[in-house]
């Protein structure tokens, strides 16, 4: 499907609506959209949450040529959920801090250009969208249709990294905070049973692992496994990402045993804190694990030079003892027209 509208410069974008089956017979289009988006955009991967999932997930697109060639300048994940009246659900099956909509400085005009693809293309089965992680500049510049009905959700914690490097990003934090950190640092590293490693996820651990310790987690703050939440990865999906070293890990070994994981990704300068799973029946329930996790993504990310370290949503407050300031979050319902 494709449409055309004046943006700057009076260049015509070009829309497309494409579901899953359609991308992986794009070859250029799912190149482009892995090149601009990261790991958690590849199709392998998105094909795969797919699956696990079994929301059915489209993809609109807008495209704008110029002189080095079409670039990708906008576009819009949607999750066909069962929910009440067919509201299209904008939301990454994987991802809670990053937005499934995204456009390029300069181009917010084609996002409603995709909402009318997508209504085009899905007809009255989808009389709304419901908007996730939608941040305060995205509310007052406001989102493409009408009726807003909105809810304040948990806010995303942001750490800039600003500092020389992640030695001296755990001084500028508190006392308290240091000091622990520092503690369980010595005392992780005198444990004998336990190995640490940290890298590019293929180097560090398989999907078969770190799929179960995931899912734990998930069942752990979500026993009811309500559709809407975002799912945990899949050792499908795992072992896709595996090829792509944007994705990195830390594990935690017992003895040989993988017993905790938490995953990250690196993207044009963002670092984003992906997920974290623990075997809570056995030796994860060593004390300080997820702390000194967030340490260790902390010095991932300054290794990758990167600018920025979304930790994700909720536990604000201690989220802000890492030295993470708290952007607010919406869930936001509009009709497509």
Not at 197 to 209: D, F, I, M, R, W
Request: aromatic letters at 6%; charged letters at 25%; glycine letters at 10%.
């Amino acid at each position: 499907m494709s449409d055309s509208d004046a943006g700057p410069d009076d260049v015509p974008y070009d829309v497309r609506v494409v579901d899953l089956a359609g991308l992986r017979g794009d070859a250029v289009l799912a190149a482009h959209l892995a090149t601009s988006r990261g790991p958690l955009w590849r199709v392998e991967a998105l094909s795969a949450m797919e699956e696990e999932t079994r929301n059915r997930v489209w993809l609109a697109v807008a495209t704008r040529s110029g002189p080095a060639g079409d670039a990708l300048v906008a576009g819009i994940l949607l999750e066909r959920v069962l929910l009440a009246g067919g509201i299209g659900h904008v939301h990454h099956p994987h991802s809670g801090s990053e937005p499934s909509y995204w456009s390029e400085p300069g181009h917010r005009g084609a996002l409603p250009l995709l909402v009318g693809a997508l209504r085009r293309r899905l007809g009255p089965r989808m009389p709304a969208l419901l908007w996730r992680q939608v941040g305060d500049d995205d509310v007052a510049s406001g989102l493409p249709g009408r009726r807003l009905v909105q809810q304040t959700t948990l806010p995303l914690g942001v750490v800039d990294l600003d500092r020389a490097d992640a030695e001296a990003w755990l001084q500028s934090l508190g006392r308290s905070r240091r000091q622990d950190l520092r503690r369980l640092r010595r005392r992780l590293a005198e444990d004998v049973d336990l190995d640490v490693t940290q890298g590019p996820l293929a180097e560090v651990a398989k999907g078969e692992e770190v799929a179960p310790l995931l899912d734990a987690n998930f069942s752990k703050h979500n026993p009811r496994r309500h559709p809407l939440m975002n799912r945990p990865a899949p050792a499908a999906w795992l072992d896709v990402a595996m090829a792509d070293h944007d994705l990195q890990a830390v594990a935690y070994r017992d003895r040989g045993v993988l017993s905790a994981v938490g995953l990250m990704s690196t993207h044009r300068g963002v670092s984003r804190w992906l997920s974290w799973g623990a075997d809570y029946e056995g030796a994860a329930d060593r004390r300080g694990l997820y702390y000194d996790c967030t340490r260790r993504i902390v010095e991932l990310s300054y290794a990758a030079a990167s600018t920025t370290l979304v930790l994700g949503k909720g536990k604000g407050e201690l989220k802000s003892s890492f030295g993470a300031r708290l952007e607010g979050q919406r869930a936001v319902v509009r009709t497509p027209i």
